[in-house]
């Protein structure tokens, strides 16, 4: 048995949902694909699938030797591609997307350090506070921030987002400056439109407390959210380094400083099945050094 191959194909199949979909995606029969599956439950004396009739669903053990295939199978692309030699690595068009915010005020004014690792990349960036579909837009590497639902895509976390509560002066004048954030509920509220609206959480000590967000002005931008905070329609709850300077300049003021607010964490992502070039895999370590925690 081929135990690579065979790891190659059940990694397919779990992938896919299917045996039939795995056989078109790697071009062999179906009753290929069953024999391999087969040969590896052998080797390791464990069943890796239940099957049904259309679907083939992982066992508890199945699951877990997935993850190990997953690694293994990374590992092997990645001295491949080492492999074919770095005169002809660093070239050709590599596609990221990231928020709006994170990209501005973090990815962009990173990329010169990028650039002297691979002058040759072509670099496309694309920056959208909308999730999007890595596959269908081509996409070969995403900034994401916050919680993960995407199983098909390889997370690395990168550094936390943390979290500031503000408002203009203008604002707090006329509707007062909050003390405890239980008076929140009582104040404007700005918040993302492409957000989950989960709630603001915010302890000090033993004492935790959340607070729902009921916004009467959302915003698609992160960007304009900012804006919108500094015209004084209400307080906001953003990244530090977006609110940064104009907590220093004075246009927004910072709440709740004795309170700590809940990090939001940001991964960078990719498909389990994408090709690990060259100029990707630098671009990946790029980035786990550039945004590591230890530079927070």
Request: with cysteine; net charge neutral; aromatic share 6%.
């Amino acid at each position: 048995m081929d135990l690579f191959r065979a790891m190659t194909v059940f990694a397919e199949v779990a992938r896919a949902g299917s045996m039939s979909a795995a056989s078109r995606k790697l071009h062999i029969t179906p009753a290929m694909v069953g024999q391999h599956i087969a040969s590896l439950e052998e080797r390791l004396g464990m069943r890796l699938l239940n099957r049904t009739t259309r679907k083939q669903k992982l066992t508890d053990f199945g699951s877990s030797y997935l993850e190990q295939c997953h690694d293994i199978l990374e590992r092997v692309a990645i001295s491949e591609t080492q492999a074919e030699g770095l005169q002809h690595s660093f070239s050709g068009k590599l596609r990221l997307t990231a928020p709006v915010s994170f990209g501005t005020e973090c990815l962009i004014p990173a990329l010169p350090r990028y650039r002297e690792m691979a002058p040759d990349v072509e670099i496309d960036i694309t920056l959208t506070d909308r999730v999007i579909d890595l596959v269908d837009e081509g996409i070969d590497i995403a900034f994401r921030i916050g919680e993960l639902d995407d199983s098909n895509m390889i997370g690395r976390p990168l550094m936390p987002y943390r979290m500031a509560v503000c408002a203009s002066r203008d604002y707090l004048n006329i509707y007062g400056t909050p003390e405890h954030p239980s008076e929140l509920f009582a104040h404007q509220l700005l918040s993302l439109s492409t957000s989950s609206r989960s709630p603001w959480k915010l302890s000090r000590g033993e004492e935790q407390i959340e607070i729902p967000i009921q916004s009467k002005l959302t915003v698609n931008n992160g960007q304009a959210l900012r804006i919108a905070a500094r015209s004084g329609l209400g307080i906001v709850m953003q990244p530090e380094i977006l609110l940064s300077e104009d907590i220093i300049s004075g246009r927004l003021v910072r709440l709740f400083q004795g309170w700590r607010i809940r990090e939001r964490q940001v991964w960078l992502l990719y498909l389990r099945d994408r090709r690990m070039t060259p100029k990707i895999r630098a671009f990946i370590n790029f980035s786990l050094e550039e945004f590591s925690c230890d530079k927070v």
